[in-house]
């Protein structure tokens, strides 16, 4: 299922680029 990658691809962003935002 695409849906499937596109979440893991989205979860990982999140754990990369949430960071930066909080700091």
Not at 2 to 18: C, E, L, S, T
Request: hydrophobic share 55%; glycine share 4%.
């Amino acid at each position: 299922m695409v849906q499937i990658q596109i979440y893991r691809i989205k979860m990982a962003g999140i754990r990369y680029i949430w960071p930066h935002f909080v700091a």
